[in-house]
């Protein structure tokens, strides 16, 4: 198996590099605390004069039309900065939603919210998780209700870390539409702003907010949408949410595996140059297998996510579902111990916040969490082995 890219995405690799180290990484404080995003917003016209914007949409939406395989290439170099992929346009949730949109929506949904969205004149949401009892690792446990109405549906219940709810123009929910396991769940298109949607509140977390990235939660009361805003079909709810998830899965570990990376990097500097005991840290034994087993983690995950991306570029997305769960999982833990042992080969300057690693561990901690916690996938990739869905061949 090869995951050989061709000289025009390897050139395309470098740019989407030297931007961020170039024009993002040095201003990433500037942009967490500037409340009018001036910055953002010069970047974000910087990367389309650039032939940057939006790289995971087609070339008629103003993408560069790539696959999967050309996304982890793009993606993972995006993600050496917790800000990069907002700067390209193609950040979670909204670049989950695009291609959602783009698959399943009718043309009248695109161009009401998808082609807005492109342009980034708004943000959105996916409503999905709820508090408990409601749905969780679980998507059976869903409580949200849409309920068949003269001209429309109803809809009624809670939801909570739907990520950048609060400033969103639409909201992507799920809501369930019968009691079957397999077809009872349904997408709707909302306005964020419509009759009978709250927002209660933002959910405190471990980690500061980072621009859109809000977990809010919400309350639909009575809230009536058309026929119109039922996305695919109804009881295409959970079909649909697969279809979403997977790939979202991978574009996630892409990001985390540049931030780990980016965190070796910064250790490496360090460790080549502070004396202690005698000698440098990069000297000391311990210090090496530390980092010795961090990079084996990045490598593999590099190629986890590389050999997932070429299953899904090949249309096979059920065989690429359990290794997507081996990625997710392997990627999110290996992304916390890289961060952990960062801080702990720093010491004290480690834990400080004059360096960025004590803030990143904090958002990276939600990885094992987030699109399933790790003890979810590992059931996945267990069941679908015994059920022999897949071998240990590549």
């Given at each position: 198996m090869?995951?050989?890219?061709?000289a025009?995405l390897v050139e395309?690799?470098?740019?989407?590099r030297?931007?961020v180290d170039?024009?993002?990484i040095?201003?990433?404080?500037?942009?967490l605390?500037?409340?009018?995003?001036?910055r953002?917003?010069a970047l974000?016209?910087?990367a389309k004069?650039?032939?940057?914007?939006?790289?995971?949409?087609?070339?008629?939406?103003?993408?560069?039309?790539l696959?999967?395989m050309?996304?982890?290439a793009?993606f993972?170099?995006?993600?050496?900065s917790?800000?990069?992929a907002k700067?390209?346009?193609?950040d979670?949730?909204?670049?989950?939603?695009m291609?959602?949109?783009l698959?399943?929506?009718?043309d009248?949904?695109?161009?009401?919210?998808l082609?807005?969205?492109v342009r980034?004149e708004i943000?959105?949401?996916?409503?999905?998780?709820?508090?408990?009892?409601?749905a969780?690792?679980?998507?059976?446990n869903l409580?949200t209700?849409?309920k068949e109405v003269?001209?429309?549906?109803?809809l009624?219940?809670?939801?909570?870390?739907?990520?950048?709810?609060?400033n969103?123009?639409?909201?992507i929910?799920?809501?369930?539409?019968s009691?079957?396991?397999?077809?009872?769940?349904?997408?709707?298109?909302?306005?964020?702003?419509a009759?009978?949607?709250?927002?209660?509140?933002?959910?405190?977390v471990m980690?500061?907010?980072?621009?859109?990235?809000?977990e809010g939660e919400?309350?639909?009361?009575?809230?009536?949408v058309g026929?119109?805003?039922v996305?695919?079909?109804?009881g295409d709810?959970?079909?649909l949410?697969q279809?979403?998830?997977v790939?979202?899965?991978?574009?996630?570990?892409?990001?985390w595996?540049?931030?780990?990376?980016?965190?070796?990097e910064?250790?490496?500097?360090y460790?080549?140059?502070?004396?202690?005991?005698g000698?440098?840290?990069?000297?000391?034994?311990?210090?090496?297998?530390k980092?010795a087993?961090?990079?084996?983690?990045i490598h593999a995950?590099n190629?986890?996510t590389?050999h997932c991306?070429?299953?899904?570029?090949?249309?096979?997305h059920?065989?690429?579902?359990p290794?997507?769960?081996?990625?997710?999982?392997h990627?999110?833990?290996?992304?916390c111990?890289?961060?952990?042992?960062a801080i702990q080969?720093?010491?004290?300057l480690?834990?400080?916040e004059?360096l960025?690693?004590?803030?990143w561990?904090r958002?990276?901690?939600?990885a094992?969490?987030a699109d399933g916690p790790?003890e979810v996938?590992?059931?996945?990739i267990?069941?679908?082995?015994m059920?022999?869905?897949?071998?240990l061949?590549?």
């Open positions: 090869s995951f050989g890219l061709s025009e395309l690799r470098g740019r989407v030297a931007f170039e024009r993002i040095p201003h990433e404080r500037e942009l605390s500037d409340v009018k995003r001036t953002l917003k974000q016209a910087e004069t650039a032939g940057l914007w939006t790289p995971h949409l087609p070339k008629a939406l103003g993408g560069l039309g696959g999967p050309g996304m982890a793009l993972r170099e995006m993600g050496r917790p800000v990069g700067v390209f346009h193609c979670a949730p909204d670049q989950g939603n291609d959602l949109l698959a399943a929506g009718t009248a949904q695109k161009k009401r919210w082609e807005p969205l980034a943000t959105s949401a996916f409503c999905m998780t709820e508090p408990a009892p409601g969780g690792a679980d998507p059976t409580r209700v849409a003269p001209g429309g549906w109803q009624d219940g809670r939801k909570w870390f739907s990520t950048g709810a609060k969103a123009a639409f909201l929910v799920m809501a369930r539409t009691d079957d396991p397999r077809s009872g769940a349904t997408m709707f298109l909302v306005d964020r702003h009759k009978g949607v709250r927002y209660d509140r933002d959910v405190p980690a500061p907010d980072v621009l859109d990235h809000i919400l309350t639909f009361e009575g809230c009536v026929h119109d805003a996305i695919a079909g109804v709810g959970f079909r949410a279809a979403r998830l790939p979202a899965r991978l574009t996630h570990c892409m990001r595996l540049g931030l780990a990376t980016r965190t070796l910064l250790c490496k500097q460790l080549a140059t502070r004396v202690s005991f000698k440098e840290l990069a000297r000391h034994q311990a210090v090496q297998l980092l087993e961090n990079a084996t983690g995950g190629l986890m590389m991306a070429s299953l899904l570029e090949q249309g096979l059920r065989e690429a579902k290794y997507s769960s081996m990625a997710k999982v990627v999110a833990r290996l992304l111990q890289v961060l952990d042992d080969l720093h010491g004290a480690g834990y400080s004059d960025p690693f004590s803030l561990y958002a990276a901690r939600a094992r969490i790790d996938h590992q059931v996945t267990a069941r679908d082995l059920l022999g869905r897949f071998e061949l590549v």
